[in-house]
């Protein structure tokens, strides 16, 4: 996170709004309180990353067998 006042915001906007479009936090003060958070309006795609969800799926024992309400057909 980068805190910055609003006199060296003015002087740096561009360098700002590249770093927040690059997932940066920026907190722009005023009066040594902080006063604006800049961030993107989009969302920064991340890439995925393999395995993260590891341990968050779980599968019953009886998945492949036949449903009660199916043994009709």
Same mark, same amino acid.
């Given at each position: 996170?980068?805190? /910055?006042? !609003? +006199?060296?915001?003015? =002087?740096?906007?561009?360098? &700002? *709004?590249?770093?927040?479009?690059?997932?940066?936090? /920026?907190? !722009? +003060?005023?009066?040594? =309180?902080?006063?604006?958070? &800049? *961030?993107?309006?989009?969302?920064?795609?991340?890439?995925?990353?393999?395995?993260?969800?590891?341990?968050?799926?779980?599968?019953?024992?009886?998945?492949?067998?036949?449903?009660?309400?199916?043994?009709?057909?």
């Amino acid at each position: 996170m980068q805190q /910055i006042t !609003i +006199t060296q915001a003015s =002087q740096h906007l561009f360098d &700002l *709004i590249e770093a927040a479009l690059n997932g940066e936090e /920026i907190i !722009i +003060t005023k009066d040594n =309180q902080p006063a604006v958070k &800049l *961030i993107p309006v989009l969302t920064v795609k991340r890439r995925r990353q393999p395995g993260s969800a590891k341990g968050m799926v779980k599968m019953a024992d009886d998945f492949d067998e036949p449903l009660e309400d199916f043994k009709d057909y």
